[in-house]
């Protein structure tokens, strides 16, 4: 299930890194994210210590709870988010948007790191249906 999602997402021309352990995944986010000077990140994503991490690189983080929030995303060189579901029958990652978990963060910047964790992968689009 899991080779199948991968493949799907990069037969529409996603970067596609893992499945990969917590820690591997916060180093593959920051090495990706350290070539802006500012990324967005939600509150949802699943990564333990990325925002110290993200930091420790000197990368300016664009927290959605920040007043100058929607001003400043358009300067945004990627949004960082979390992940709801994701189907690997037909491939979909289904997004939250919620306080705190904006949709504009995966839309506005050129650049956007989703990160989903594999037992959030479900078969199928109806399996996703029926969890909803």
């Known amino acids: 299930m899991i080779d ?3 493949a799907a ?3 529409n021309t996603c970067t596609v890194s893992g499945p990969m352990n917590v820690d ?6 920051v090495a990706r994210a350290a070539e802006h ?4 990140c939600n509150a949802d994503v699943p ?3 990325l925002l110290d991490a993200l930091r420790a690189r000197d990368i300016e983080i664009l927290a959605t709870d920040d007043p100058s929030w929607a001003a400043r995303l358009p300067d945004v060189g990627v949004g960082i988010t979390g992940s709801y579901r994701a189907v690997a029958q037909p491939a ?3 997004l939250v948007a919620a306080p ?3 949709r504009a963060t995966s839309l506005v910047p050129p650049e956007h790191i989703c990160v989903l964790r594999v037992a959030d992968v479900v078969p199928t689009l109806a399996d996703a249906m029926q969890e909803i």
């Open 47 to 49: 990564v333990p210590g």
């Open 4 to 6: 199948d999602l991968v």
């Open 92 to 94: 979909a990652i289904a």
């Open 24 to 29: 591997d995944a916060r180093a593959a986010v």
């Open 100 to 102: 705190g978990s904006p």
């Open 9 to 11: 997402l990069r037969a």
């Open 37 to 40: 000077a500012l990324v967005a």
